[in-house]
């Protein structure tokens, strides 16, 4: 059921013929008019407002990110208490070809099949892509940095191998099942395991 709007009540000494003074009014929205008539009716409540309580708000970790330097690899990208996300970078930021949406979206769900079914399942917070389409997050719980290394190399090392069904690809299952590629998903593991083949725990940082 959609909202309801009530008349507006009418107004001694107001002018038109349903009593609401002028001010208040569809299309006049004057500076003065309440706080929850704007917001009701769509005005904007200090544009110059909004954009200085964003700028005054902390960047995220990743914003911080000097990206015209990242390269390809894992990084940590932010520890909170006993939670580590790390950075799974598969390709050179603002650097075209990006992963492909349905290759991408093929390694989300063998990657998470995979840790969660590894020895660290119950410590897997969450896999998942970034928006730029160039890596992943992953967030692990009372993990060391070096098991970590191990778990992501060994999962890429699963999905560049895999030949079977993509797990969860089913209309229950899977919000977007027909946007798949697992030849995909197999050629960009195959691509990136060179690139973290020696990586370790001393290589985590960011090189800014």
């Not at 229950?172 to 195959?190: Q, T």
Request: proline fraction near 8%; glycine fraction near 8%; hydrophobic fraction near 40%.
């Amino acid at each position: 059921m959609g909202i309801r709007f009530l008349p507006y009540p009418r107004f001694a000494g107001s002018r038109g013929p349903t009593g609401t003074p002028p001010a208040f009014k569809r299309g006049n929205r004057p500076a003065f008019a309440p706080r929850f008539l704007r917001e009701a009716f769509g005005a904007p409540i200090g544009a110059n407002r909004l954009t200085k309580e964003f700028s005054a708000m902390e960047k995220i970790a990743s914003f911080r990110v000097d990206h015209t330097k990242l390269l390809p690899g894992i990084y940590v990208s932010r520890v909170d208490g006993d939670i580590i996300t790390y950075d799974i970078r598969m390709r050179k930021p603002n650097t075209p070809p990006y992963l492909p949406n349905a290759a991408l979206h093929t390694i989300e769900h063998l990657f998470a099949t995979f840790a969660r079914n590894s020895e660290y399942g119950d410590r897997v917070i969450y896999f998942g892509p970034m928006g730029c389409r160039t890596g992943f997050y992953l967030l692990l719980r009372n993990v060391e940095k070096a098991d970590a290394v191990r778990l992501i190399r060994r999962v890429f090392g699963q999905i560049a191998a895999y030949q079977g069904p993509i797990p969860g690809a089913s209309a229950a299952e899977c919000g977007n099942y027909r946007e798949h590629d697992l030849a995909g998903a197999v050629a960009e593991a195959k691509a990136f395991l060179p690139v973290i083949r020696d990586w370790d725990e001393t290589k985590l940082a960011y090189r800014n």
